[in-house]
């Protein structure tokens, strides 16, 4: 029993030993993880402190100049509800490798022209991607180098009108479309804000598809009209048809020739459904001058013209190959010389 006693308390002597050398232990672990937690806060805090001193680094670094722009303490927005609704379609284009590490500041407004903008900014100028706002509702979104839009972006004008593409130092400049609050639209090339090489512009009443020079259908191009489907096909010249081209009308008529000023002038042929093919000269699209035209039955009218009509001398040419001279005016013969009219 004294043994059992003796045992007992050596084993609870043993067993509060162990408890307390366990507690000690846990103490001494909760003392060093309290080191541990003020070592990671003192990391963290150190860190942070890092990360203020860095961007106050980078805003002393890239921020404009106060004479310049100064931090505007609002959400930059537009008051016109037909700029937000096209900022509400997202514009889509790449991130550029080189923009990636740009500092980005908080919005600045222009002491100037108090036009507001928030983005990257590099050595005190807007560069990398950003978005300004103008005091009239007009944005620009987009990319910038310095100080000027560079790159890919959209302008919205305050009146709705927008033109997203390629930019080069502020103007419109690649590839780029510009869509007008009305609907019609210009999507191809632009040098310096304007129209220039390859496009496609859409209006209300027609298509055109071709080339542009300064800002307008110059060289060559396919013009379509939407309302009957018929079309000009050929070169143009500061904006109007002209030179020489193909005009192929709604029904099946056809013009192959020369044109001044948007309208049929000089040497063409025209050729008409019912097989009849009128070649000669044109003065403001009507048949004027000398030509030839050329019935379905194999007759033919060679001579003068005026105003679409036959005016003046002119022989007609049988199937038989007969030959009669005669005198019209106004497209009727004057002077009989066989039994037939050929009034166009």
Request: positive net charge; contains cysteine; proline residues 2%.
């Amino acid at each position: 029993m004294g043994c059992c006693q003796s045992d007992t308390r050596t084993m609870k002597n043993e067993y509060k030993g162990l408890t307390v050398k366990h507690v000690d232990n846990r103490y001494q672990d909760q003392q060093s993880l309290s080191k541990i937690v003020k070592i990671q806060s003192y990391v963290r805090g150190q860190k942070d402190r890092d990360i203020v001193k860095q961007l106050k680094h980078q805003y002393q670094e890239h921020a404009p100049s106060t004479q310049v722009a100064v931090p505007y303490n609002k959400a930059p927005q537009t008051d016109r509800i037909q700029v937000q609704q096209i900022l509400d379609i997202k514009y889509n284009y790449p991130i550029r490798n080189e923009f990636k590490d740009l500092v980005k500041l908080p919005p600045y407004i222009f002491k100037i022209t108090k036009a507001v903008y928030k983005g990257q900014w590099l050595n005190g100028k807007r560069h990398g991607r950003g978005i300004q706002f103008w005091q009239d509702g007009s944005v620009y979104q987009g990319e910038w180098e310095n100080d000027k839009a560079n790159g890919n972006g959209r302008l919205i004008h305050a009146d709705g009108d927008y033109y997203e593409g390629q930019w080069i130092d502020d103007k419109a400049q690649g590839k780029g479309k510009f869509v007008h609050i009305d609907g019609h639209q210009y999507q191809g090339d632009w040098i310096e804000d304007l129209q220039h090489g390859y496009g496609i512009e859409e209006q209300k009443n027609f298509i055109y598809e071709g080339q542009f020079v300064n800002g307008l259908k110059h060289i060559k191009g396919k013009l379509t009209w939407k309302q009957d489907g018929s079309y000009y096909e050929g070169q143009f010249e500061n904006g109007i048809i002209q030179g020489f081209g193909t005009y192929y009308y709604q029904n099946g008529k056809k013009y192959v020739g020369n044109w001044r000023y948007s309208k049929m002038n000089g040497y063409g042929e025209l050729y008409y459904p019912n097989k009849k093919i009128y070649k000669g000269n044109f003065e403001n699209d009507q048949k004027f001058g000398q030509g030839e035209m050329i019935y379905p039955d194999g007759k033919i009218y060679i001579g003068q013209w005026r105003n679409n009509k036959q005016n003046g001398e002119g022989i007609v040419i049988t199937t038989d190959g007969r030959k009669g001279k005669g005198f019209w005016q106004d497209g009727i013969r004057i002077k009989i010389y066989d039994d037939q009219d050929y009034n166009d």
